[in-house]
């Protein structure tokens, strides 16, 4: 078992809460297999200025510098997974990249060519690439597997499944396309979700 602890937006652009975070956490490390995922990403690669949440993506937003100290800091205790979602956070990786254990690509940035030209151009062998096929059809996942294992240089593809809703009922979990999976491919599976605590 494997666990990656999701910062996600919790820090509400506040750098310090994100240190506080790890202080926190800071018994939960690599060595015991734990990894924490963040998610960078820059407002108006995101999303445009006339959409309702930009301001709160502004407001979210942390600076490049910033993040590098974040991944140092995080780096001593765990795996780092970085969430990428535009150019901004492919820069973030880059320049981070001895740190990063992981990446992890949502289902709506897998088709995403920006992202993947820039993965290709990278080397990723050792590194493991986790991407989410919620929401995708069979035919569409074996399409997705065969690109991402035989177009980047990747050591281990994972695959995610788990609907992320807020909160999600159990029933729409996503659960039983683990059998599925299991049956049709080798790769280790990913579950994620945001059920009710």
């Not at 992202?115 to 569409?140: P, V, Y």
Request: hydrophobic share 40%; aromatic share 14%; proline share 1%.
């Amino acid at each position: 078992m494997y666990n990656i602890l999701e910062v996600a937006n919790t820090h509400g652009g506040g750098v310090h809460y994100i240190y506080e975070l790890l202080k926190e956490f800071d018994e939960f490390t690599k060595k015991n297999g734990v990894g924490i995922k963040f998610q960078p990403f820059k407002y108006d690669e995101s999303a445009l200025s006339d959409f309702s949440y930009y301001d709160i993506y502004k407001e979210l937003f942390i600076s490049q510098e910033d993040w590098s100290n974040i991944i140092e800091e995080a780096f001593k205790t765990k795996d780092i997974w970085i969430d990428l979602f535009d150019k901004y956070s492919t820069s973030i990786l880059q320049e981070n990249l001895d740190k990063v254990f992981g990446i992890k690509l949502q289902t709506s940035v897998l088709d995403n060519t920006i992202i993947f030209q820039t993965l290709k151009n990278i080397d990723l062998s050792d590194k493991k690439l986790i991407i989410n096929i919620a929401g995708r059809s069979k035919e569409d996942i074996k399409i997705l597997i065969n690109k991402y294992t035989k177009q980047l240089n990747i050591e281990e593809l994972l695959i995610e499944v788990g609907f992320q809703a807020y909160p999600t009922r159990l029933e729409d979990s996503g659960l039983m396309k683990v059998k599925y999976l299991k049956e049709h491919y080798d790769n280790k599976i990913v579950f994620a979700d945001h059920i009710d605590g």
